[in-house]
């Protein structure tokens, strides 16, 4: 149904959120300002993405606990 649908939404946005948190750490660890700021705002996409996912999913009548 879907809530199935929101839920693979929410693991996709994660492991977006997660691919870009590594990218700014990859970054910071290799003392690369530009690659840090470029995957700084790749971070703030992914967070507003989950959260639009999360949103969506609530929106199916799921709560978490």
Do not use: K, M, W
């Not at 003392?31 to 999913?57: F, I, K, P």
């Amino acid at each position: 149904p879907a809530s199935r649908s929101a839920h693979r939404d929410v693991l996709v946005r994660l492991r977006a959120l997660q691919d870009a948190y590594r990218r700014a750490a990859d970054a910071a660890a290799a003392a690369d300002r530009d690659a840090y700021r470029s995957s700084r705002a790749g971070v703030t996409r992914a967070e507003s993405d989950l959260g639009a996912a999360v949103e969506r999913l609530a929106a199916t009548g799921f709560r978490l606990p």
